[in-house]
């Protein structure tokens, strides 16, 4: 006699089969990971609105990116950028080799009005290229806090010298006519 596998034996090694390979492909879409702290994605600077609209502008277009829309009316600016995958990989929380990624960049500015100051969200979308997947990444932050640095070197700066005032507010011109009164000259000791 042959032995024979039962009807339900068979149903249940099937079953056993396709549980096993759904929890490896599920364990391939892992959720994004999670980051240490929350993206800082606002920031501000001391300056007016139309300085930093100016200055920021130039910071991009010798940067290099894409500017693909600029809404002065909305005071919207998007950029895109075209990243190497060490430089992309920096800036994405996700563990996995990137040869490239592209950063689509959102800066929105807004006026804080009478305290000369300037509010800017920043916002990216990243897609990264394995070589065989366009994948969606978690941004961790250093991306955006790289677009405000640059945008923030960027603007100008009223130059003030302390060291040419004293504690009153002298110039150094006046300090030194005062220094000149307070100095006693002293005479070659007598024989």
Known sequence: MIPVISVLNQRAAVILSIMVISCYLAGCASPPPMIQEPVKRYFEVESSLDTVWRSSVQALVEKGVIISILDRENNLM??????????FQRTTAEKAYFYSGLARVSLL???????????????????????????????????????????????????????????????????????????????????
């Not at 677009?147 to 300090?175: A, H």
Request: glycine share 10%.
């Open 78 to 87: 998007v950029v895109e950028e075209m990243l190497e995958g060490g430089a």
């Open 109 to 191: 500015f807004t006026d804080k009005g009478e305290q000369q100051r300037t509010g800017i969200n920043i916002n990216s979308v990243l897609q990264g290229f394995t070589g065989r997947y366009n994948l969606y990444v978690t941004s961790n932050g250093n991306l955006e806090k790289d677009y405000f640095l640059l945008i923030q070197n960027n603007l100008p700066v009223r130059k003030t010298y302390k060291w040419l005032e004293d504690d009153e507010g002298k110039t150094d011109e006046g300090n030194r006519g005062e220094k000149k009164t307070n100095v006693q000259e002293e005479s070659a000791p007598q024989r």
